[in-house]
């Protein structure tokens, strides 16, 4: 699973944004705006899935989600 999906599903979870499609551009924004000497595609690698699970499950229903903390969370 690609780090955005896992960020936007946790959105979507939370209530903060109504859809994955909403969220992933949420988050590309984000990137852009606080990252903008670093390349999108290259900080959007994919995860294990048993990862991607365990951070969403993490996560949970979180009624607040720092997308800028969580791409740094989520950096190699």
């Keep these: 699973m690609k780090k955005s999906t896992v960020i936007a599903t946790c959105l979507v979870n939370s209530g903060m944004v109504k859809d994955i499609d909403g969220a992933e551009?949420?988050?590309?924004?984000v990137f852009q705006d606080e990252f903008p000497k670093h390349k999108f595609q290259?900080?959007?690698?994919?995860?294990?899935?048993?990862?991607?699970?365990?951070?969403?499950?993490?996560?949970?229903?979180?009624?607040?989600?720092?997308?800028?903390?969580?791409?740094?969370d989520l950096w190699e």
Aim: no cysteine; proline share 3%.
């Design 25 to 29: 551009k949420v988050i590309r924004s």
């Design 42 to 72: 290259e900080w959007n690698s994919n995860i294990p899935k048993k990862t991607a699970n365990n951070i969403i499950k993490a996560v949970g229903k979180a009624s607040r989600i720092n997308v800028k903390k969580f791409i740094e």
